[in-house]
């Protein structure tokens, strides 16, 4: 799939850039894109040397100058790799130039950005407006030469199809791909081709790499370089051969390429769920009917940008104060939010690494779980005061609070504090006192959801995965249940009602429900990818699965048994977490910028019967 010479790359090289009829060059596609997308950019250009030639050029900008020779401003960008930011001499515009780079981090030219200035504005934070820009452009390229390749090798073949869509929420979905792209025949048409693409090349031929995959079914595994493809069929829902997917991750001697092969393998599984047909593959992605939606975005914190990089957790709520509370789990805060009105509030900066908030009224006290060094303490309510330490192991992040009993249940340990094992740990929220914990032989244990009229509690044991049952009287494991067709199980609902569990997993994204009376699983339903979160909504019947993908995916609970995917809701890219608030009939999303990008926001949607 990847080819660092083309032939039509080279035929557009040796040709003038102004040269008439020729196509839109790729780099130009996506300046296009990108001033589409930021209305607040005055000038963008892209500098590289074209391949064949010796100097380094504008080759892509909106406001012309193509073939315009770099200064000495734009070299200097180019060979030291530090930014240069200044305000022009008129005083009202402020110049970002900045070192672009390809998916690997390989230099390949300069990237000017300008944007409106007024004395006093903060330079800093339009600094950092653009490397957001930067890094995600970075995303889309592969090698200089990609830059002056066509956008479309073929202008027959259209870009706004279910096949772009889905490329761009997979690369998204997975910032461990650094090159993705979708190969199939079109209808009607004899020749395959790109038909999505995360570098651009739409309508190139396929190669014989390619063309083998599809044929013989046996995997093309290469590395080059500094990169490790994978490249087998591409397959639709049904499990048929419909073209070949090409997935592209970083490597460097010794990684394990089984375990990239397996990767690819999981993202191209993740891909065929969404594909219903190759005709709709090749069709403009259909868009839901926002009026008959059962969520309906509402609100966004348009006024809190925080500029962090890393993920979000979990929501919780001071319902005496009507504030809405949100661990940063990588930037180590807090974030209080009104409840109401999404307005931010406050940032508490006493943290570590916080996961999961629990408010409890009868003392006006907060439960923060936290697997840093800090560990998970309580918090007065008012004055966010630390009043008190719960004794943990390492690594707390999950918690459930079993209102029959008011005692506590927080997941502790595990690999990513470096545990071979994880812990139950029973808890009384109002002194902290630790009661009992249960050891797990897993070091991935996540969701905890407990039942009110019964005497068990159901865990999510990833890395095996599986669930595990717990007799809350012995806090001891009574029945394992193991999941198939899907693994990663990371999110968790229960209906107690009517015996059924809702598991979330990742590879793929499903949702899967389980009797558990039985423990047998009695439906399985794709879901958007991501995912980090799973609310059950018990009055409407209904379940809310938020994606990193961009999509909020609402199921209806037709009986216990059947179950139908409403609708797809978008969302934002990231916003994997969130909180089913049912006194206001709402959805929280909290959407992280990742661990590539800077920015961050939260999103609240209406729900409706």
């Known amino acids: 799939m990847i080819r660092r010479v083309l032939a ?29 997308a930021h209305s607040d950019i005055v ?62 981090g390989d230099t390949l030219g300069a990237l000017s950005i300008v944007y409106p200035y007024h004395n006093g504005d903060d330079k800093q934070a339009l600094q950092q407006r653009a490397e957001k820009i930067r890094d995600q452009l970075a995303r889309r390229i592969s090698n200089p030469s990609n830059l002056t390749q066509p956008y479309q090798f073929d202008a027959s073949v259209p870009t706004n199809t279910l096949a772009q869509q889905l490329v761009d929420e997979a690369m998204v979905a997975h910032p461990e791909v650094i090159i993705l792209a979708l190969h199939a025949t079109p209808l009607g048409g004899s020749t395959n081709m790109i038909v999505g693409s995360s570098i651009g090349r739409i309508g190139k031929a396929a190669d014989d790499d390619d063309l083998r995959a599809i044929r013989t079914g046996i995997p093309n595994l290469e590395v080059n370089g500094n990169r490790f493809e ?72 348009t006024s809190w940008k925080p500029q962090y990089s890393g993920d979000f957790d979990h929501f919780g709520v001071d319902t005496k104060r009507n504030k809405l509370l949100l661990a940063a789990e990588d930037h180590g805060t807090l974030e209080v939010f009104n409840l109401d009105t999404g307005a931010h509030e406050q940032t508490l900066t006493t943290f570590s690494t916080p996961h999961a908030i629990l408010y409890l009224p009868e003392k006006d006290r907060l439960i923060v779980t936290d697997s840093g060094k800090g560990g998970t303490r309580v918090l007065d309510a008012a004055t966010y005061k630390v009043l008190g330490y719960i004794d943990l192991a390492p690594g707390a992040d999950s918690m459930a609070y079993d209102k029959a009993t008011n005692l506590l249940y927080i997941v502790s340990g595990g690999k990513d504090v470096d545990m071979k094992e994880c812990y139950l740990n029973e808890v009384d929220p109002y002194s902290g006192k630790v009661y009992r914990k249960l050891r797990f032989d897993s070091d991935h244990v996540e969701a905890v959801r407990v039942e009110e009229h019964g005497n068990r509690l159901f865990v999510n044991v990833a890395d095996k995965n599986r669930v595990d049952v717990v007799d809350k009287k012995t806090l001891q494991v009574i029945a394992h249940w193991p999941l198939t067709g899907a693994q990663t199980n990371l999110s ?17 994204s499903k949702l899967i429900v389980l009797d558990t009376d039985t423990g047998k699983s009695v439906a399985s339903l794709d879901a958007p990818a991501t995912s980090d979160g799973l609310f059950y909504d018990n009055v409407h019947k209904r379940i809310y699965i938020p994606g990193g993908d961009g999509y909020l995916g609402v199921f209806q609970q037709n009986d216990a048994d059947h179950y139908t995917e ?29 661990d590539n ?12 019967p």
């Open 43 to 104: 000038v963008m250009a892209i500098h590289a040397t074209p391949p064949k030639q010796k100097d380094n050029v504008i080759i892509a900008s909106n406001i012309g100058r193509i073939g315009k020779k770099a200064d000495s401003d734009d070299m200097g960008v180019v060979n030291t790799g530090k930014p240069l930011v200044e305000v022009n001499k008129a005083g009202d515009r402020l110049e970002v130039e900045l070192p672009l780079f390809d998916v690997t």
């Open 597 to 608: 990008n800077k920015g961050g926001e939260i999103l609240w949607f209406a729900l409706h």
């Open 492 to 508: 968790m609902g229960l209906d107690e009602a009517d015996h059924r569990l809702f598991v979330g997993t990742r590879n793929p």
């Open 230 to 301: 994978v490249e087998t069929r591409l397959l639709d829902a049904n499990k048929q051969t419909i073209g070949a997917v090409g997935i592209v991750f970083r490597y460097k001697p010794g990684d394990d390429k089984k375990a990239l092969e397996r990767r690819g393998y999981a993202v191209r599984d993740e891909l065929a769920a969404k594909i219903p047909s190759l005709a709709k593959l090749m069709a403009p992605p259909v868009t839901p009917d926002s009026a008959a939606a059962p969520a309906t975005l509402i609100g966004r914190s």
């Open 8 to 36: 039509v790359a080279i035929a557009l090289s040796t040709l003038p850039l102004y040269a008439q009829n020729a196509p839109k060059i790729y780099a130009q596609e996506l300046v296009d894109q990108t001033i589409a």
């Open 566 to 594: 409403l609708a797809r809701v978008a969302s934002a890219k990231g916003a994997k977490s969130g909180m089913l608030w049912k006194p206001l009939d709402r959805i929280y999303l909290a959407s992280s910028p990742g």
